[in-house]
């Protein structure tokens, strides 16, 4: 699994602000997370952003009552 850093992020978005790198890829719909050196994300959520790939959601299933 190849991690994308926050430096990485803001290098290839030319976004330097924090806060404004966060809109981006949320507003992308790139799935990321916050860590004590910034946002950051893996190739395989950036890809799946893209429609490259299909991330499977967990199962949530109701219990049989």
């Known amino acids: 699994m190849a991690v994308i850093t926050n430096d990485e992020l803001r290098s290839v978005t030319g976004i330097n602000r924090q806060s404004t ?4 890829l949320h507003r992308e719909g790139i799935r990321y997370f ?3 050196n910034g946002a950051w994300t893996t190739e395989a959520l950036l890809n799946a952003s893209k429609g490259l790939v299909v991330i499977p959601q967990a199962d949530h299933h109701e219990p049989i009552l």
């Open 21 to 24: 790198l966060e809109k981006y």
């Open 34 to 36: 916050c860590g004590k």
